[in-house]
């Protein structure tokens, strides 16, 4: 079963970190994943487009590959958070390599934010990144689903007429999600601004 929202028992369960946005007239937008050399500068494109800014939260093996591209994220204003090394699940990770894992790609991507991959994290995990490693645990309220090829992009469209205010959105900057995401990310976009919504990336 896709879960479009997040869950209200998750949100409790890691209350301390970030699941909405404090604007609640806004709407924040997320990728995960990237950089990748073909699809973040696609992204980067609809949102200069648009004036748009967002936040890219980055696999520091993918900035060792594409510097230029994560270079061009910064350029053009956007946030970037920490996404860990190599895209460990936390919950099939050992606590030190998972540690380890953040803390080594918190040499390449300087920044306070941080997104466990798959949103999976332990209490014990999310703990120390939170109070020892001073990180600002970014979760989210919607997911585009972008990833999944066997989800057609019209259905991705129809579920984000439920988007609401404050909501913090993910998508994938990744290959996975490429063609989903060239066929709703705009359409998404001026969809919200129809509705009036701005766009942040300061939760």
């Known amino acids: 079963m896709r879960l479009f929202r997040s869950p209200y028992i998750a ?30 500068p696609f992204v980067l494109d609809i949102l200069k487009r648009n004036n748009i800014k967002a936040t890219f939260f980055c696999v520091g093996n993918n900035v060792e590959k594409y510097p230029e591209v994560y270079y061009q994220i910064l350029e053009e204003g956007h946030q970037v ?6 895209h ?19 040499k390449l991507i300087e920044s306070e934010l941080f ?39 019209k259905e991705i469209i129809k579920k984000a007429e439920r988007i609401k205010g404050g909501d913090i959105l993910v998508f994938h900057d990744s290959t996975k999600a ?7 990310l705009e359409t998404i976009i001026l969809m919200l601004q129809k509705r009036n919504f701005q766009f942040k990336n300061s939760f």
Not at 81 to 86: P, R
Not at 88 to 106: C, D, M
Not at 178 to 184: H, I
């Open 11 to 40: 949100r409790f369960a890691f209350r301390n970190g970030i699941w909405k946005g404090r604007d609640k007239r806004a709407i924040y937008l997320t990728f995960d994943d990237g950089p990748h050399p073909e699809v973040t």
């Open 178 to 184: 490429q063609k989903n995401l060239e066929e709703t």
């Open 115 to 153: 997104r466990p991959p798959y949103g999976k994290i332990t209490p014990f995990q999310f703990k120390y990144i939170f109070s020892s490693l001073k990180k600002k645990v970014i979760f989210w309220t919607w997911l585009a689903y972008d990833f999944d090829a066997k989800l057609p992009s």
């Open 81 to 86: 958070g920490n996404h860990t090394m190599s």
């Open 88 to 106: 460990e699940n936390g919950l099939k990770t050992p606590k030190s390599k998972y540690f380890s894992s953040v803390e080594k790609a918190s």
